[in-house]
């Protein structure tokens, strides 16, 4: 499977994730933004890091409209995404509804500063960060809890919900 490839599946889960996101929304009113206790590990299990890895090696390069369908647009939304798949999957273990992470984890945590040399977005970078520390913690204080909710609203808000926006409005 070329790279190629593996981005447009990858792609495919980002939307199919920001569907069902949306759904969730949708349906259920009162819902937190980002729903964490579907069946993510059997649904989301592609390697996210590498999309990143891969974006930061083609960003910058003469190779990049080989890749991308939307020119830079898409690579963004790929990192964007990528970045959103991996802070759900860490939302499922720090809320105990899976553990699809932990064969995972290490890789999305080592590509949490190579985000930041993308054009992915810098504040999802820092929640994505944030969610993997508290991966594994037997107690999170109110504070953090808080601050898990404002990151949810925020990638709901301001990464799917503009998913929406450019979809309906255009590039």
């Known amino acids: ?3 190629y490839d593996k981005l447009q599946l990858i792609k495919k889960d980002i939307c199919f994730l920001y569907h069902t996101q949306r759904v969730e929304q949708v349906i259920n009113s009162n819902a937190m933004k980002i729903n964490s206790d579907l069946d993510y590990d059997r649904l989301y299990n592609a390697n996210y890091w590498e999309a990143i890895e891969f974006i930061v090696d083609i960003e910058g390069s003469s190779d990049i409209y080989n890749y991308v369908d939307n020119d830079y647009f898409d690579l963004t939304f790929i990192a964007n995404g990528s970045l959103v798949i991996i802070f759900i999957l860490a939302l499922e273990n ?9 064969s995972r984890f ?8 190579l985000s930041m040399n993308t054009s992915a977005d810098k504040t999802l970078i820092d929640y994505v960060s944030f969610a993997l520390e508290l991966v594994g913690n037997e107690t999170i204080s109110s504070q953090q809890i808080e601050k898990l909710d404002e990151a949810r609203e925020y990638v709901y808000e301001k990464i799917i919900m503009n998913y929406y926006f450019v979809m309906f409005n255009g590039c």
């Open 106 to 113: 290490e890789q999305s945590k080592s590509v949490i500063s």
């Open 94 to 102: 720090i809320e105990g509804f899976g553990s699809s992470i932990s």
């Open 1 to 3: 499977m070329t790279i």
